[in-house]
């Protein structure tokens, strides 16, 4: 492999990472410290890699990829679940982090796709405090099923006082997310163009900012590929499966779910029709709302693409 496209595959833990150049046969194991982080992108930079590949690993990835982003290193983080079928495909059965590593670097070095979009520390923040306001609505929203089964009054009155303190919290992350958007005029153009669908608002639109900057430069299929609202074909010879979805972007699903529900079944005319015609042709409702978020995200990429608001065509119900 020339120099030039040298990659280096990453296995991050909590209290280390072991890295491997597996085209050079190079090995490192590093502790988690920022003396750690210095070793590693020293190592990096004289063994001249190009890009460092890592799994998505829960956040912990996070810091090492900003420290070698700092440093001029490329970075690349993959799903995890795409590096396990790989290894299983190639009969490597056997699992630690020197064997990860090397195996993540086998992983880039046959897939060397890059990053979709070059790393922007301004949406990352946003993405973060998106995925904390839905952590704690998560929590707010369990808390308000348990109260409905009339608790004990100690407890009934333990999960108040517990759900204001949370429903302030989710107020604060709001409106942070609310002000991060404001203050950047790139990400508050693609807000007003997103919100502006009927059913959605600024919440989607901040998923849509964080979790798919892709969208209003790539194709509609990409798009719905992306979300994870595209079905995939199940066949085999005169079998004919059902299509089912997969893979995607899931937390830009879950966050779009509900609100896309509404938008076909009372908010937005567009998809109030073509819901009904998909119910009426049998289509079980689940389906029927993946469907609409799949022409959601379809009808978005494209008034993005055109940096228009929603403005459906008259008498447009399709």
């Known amino acids: 492999m020339p120099q030039k496209k040298r990659v280096v595959g990453i296995d991050v ?146 999960i108040g006082a517990i759900l204001k303190t949370r429903r302030v919290e989710r107020r604060r992350l709001e409106a942070s997310i609310a002000a991060k958007i404001k203050a950047n005029p790139a990400f508050a153009e693609r807000a007003r163009i997103v919100a502006s669908a009927p059913g959605l608002a600024d919440l989607s639109a901040a998923g849509v900012i964080s979790w798919m900057p892709e969208l209003g430069r790539i194709s509609n299929e990409a798009a719905a590929a992306l979300l994870g609202a595209a079905p995939y074909d199940d066949d085999s010879g005169e079998r004919k499966g059902a299509r089912r979805i997969k893979g995607g972007r899931r937390k830009l699903r879950t966050l779009l779910y509900m609100p896309v529900m509404g938008a076909a079944t009372r908010h937005n005319p567009v998809l109030k029709a073509y819901y009904q015609r998909l119910i009426a042709r049998g289509k079980e409702p689940k389906v029927a709302i993946i469907a609409c978020m799949r022409k959601l995200i379809v009808i978005l990429n494209t008034m993005l693409a055109r940096n228009e608001t929603w403005r459906p065509p008259q008498g447009e119900a399709a």
């Open 13 to 158: 833990a909590k209290t280390k990472v072991d890295a491997c150049i597996r085209s050079a046969s190079l090995r490192l194991m590093v502790p988690s410290t920022p003396e750690g982080e210095a070793e590693l992108a020293a190592w990096l930079r004289a063994n001249r890699v190009c890009c460092a590949v890592m799994e998505a690993s829960g956040g912990y990835e996070r810091r090492w990829a900003e420290a070698l982003r700092a440093a001029g290193v490329a970075v690349r983080i993959v799903d995890p679940k795409r590096v396990r079928h790989f290894a299983k495909a190639a009969g490597r059965l056997a699992k630690n982090d020197p064997i990860d590593a090397e195996t993540i670097a086998r992983f880039a070095e046959t897939f060397p796709e890059g990053e979709a979009e070059p790393h922007d520390p301004a949406r990352d923040e946003i993405a973060r405090l998106v995925q904390a306001r839905a952590a704690v609505k998560d929590v707010e929203d369990r808390l308000v099923q348990q109260r409905e089964h009339r608790p004990p009054p100690i407890v009934a009155q333990a």
